[in-house]
């Protein structure tokens, strides 16, 4: 299994973003897939998740109506597009296969003025 996150970068405050996690080595349509962040002397929290077959998705109360998880299982990606950023969201943000615990590397998303 592997996952290898892209699309992090410096911001400005309301600006968007969109992160991608390229996915192999499992058969992705059907694995639950997540998007977390921790952002420095906090813990890593729920962003985003996204089931595998129905497509629900679930956000953190913090994240609901600026942010959208989407997959797309041709290619083997989850994307997080990210709109009206706020300083607050400023973390390293991980791909993760729910079921065993797989995680990317991290992609680091800075929004400062």
């Known amino acids: 299994v592997q996952l290898v996150e892209s699309g992090g970068g410096l911001v400005q405050p309301g600006e968007s973003l969109r992160l991608s996690c390229a996915a192999s080595?499992?058969?992705?349509?059907?694995?639950?897939m997540a998007w977390h962040r921790q952002a420095p002397g906090k813990e890593r929290e729920l962003v985003a998740l996204?089931?595998?077959?129905?497509?629900?998705?679930t956000y953190a109360d913090s994240v609901k109506g600026r942010f959208t998880i989407s997959r797309d299982n041709a290619k083997k990606t989850v994307h997080l597009q990210m709109n009206s950023l706020k300083p607050e969201d400023t973390a390293v943000y991980y791909c993760n296969r729910v079921r065993g615990g797989y995680w990317g590397q991290g992609t680091q998303v800075t929004v400062s003025s």
């Open positions: 080595g499992f058969t992705f349509s059907t694995y639950t």
């Open positions: 996204i089931q595998g077959v129905t497509d629900s998705t």
